[in-house]
Nanobody, 119 residues
Framework: LQLAESGGGLVQPGGSLRLSCAAS????????ISWFRQAPGKEREGVSC????????YYADSVKGRFTISRDNAKNMVYLQMNSLKPEDTGVYYC?????????????WGQGTQVTVSS
């Protein structure tokens, strides 16, 4: 499974971005997909996950109510809609695939996309 993120950029506080994770090499049907982020000097943080079977979603407390994860298996795509962005949401965002949902680890990783929230 290969993953590629896109959609990052610079946005003002309170703004929105939608990140995309494109999968290739295998069907997304078999994988849960998680989003992680890492800010400079900080440890990687699990942000959200969507399961493969029934599309159950999980969110870190820090993003609950602001971020929404979704998937379109027909297009082999997973999305992360980020609203009400805060400066502390700044970091490199990665999508990761694994048979089970996890906000701790992933077996397959993309290269990351930079999100900067600043005025």
């Amino acid at each position: 499974l290969q993953l590629a993120e896109s959609g990052g950029g610079l946005v003002q506080p309170g703004g929105s971005l939608r990140l995309s994770c494109a999968a290739s090499g295998d069907s997304l049907d078999y994988y849960a997909i998680s989003w992680f982020r890492q800010a400079p000097g900080k440890e990687r943080e699990g942000v959200s996950c969507i399961s493969s079977s029934d599309h159950t979603t999980y969110y870190a407390d820090s993003v609950k109510g602001r971020f929404t994860i979704s998937r379109d298996n027909a297009k082999n795509m997973v999305y992360l809609q980020m609203n009400s962005l805060k400066p502390e949401d700044t970091g490199v965002y990665y999508c990761a695939g694994d048979p089970g949902c996890s906000l701790i680890f992933g077996s397959y990783w993309g290269q990351g996309t930079q999100v900067t929230v600043s005025s």
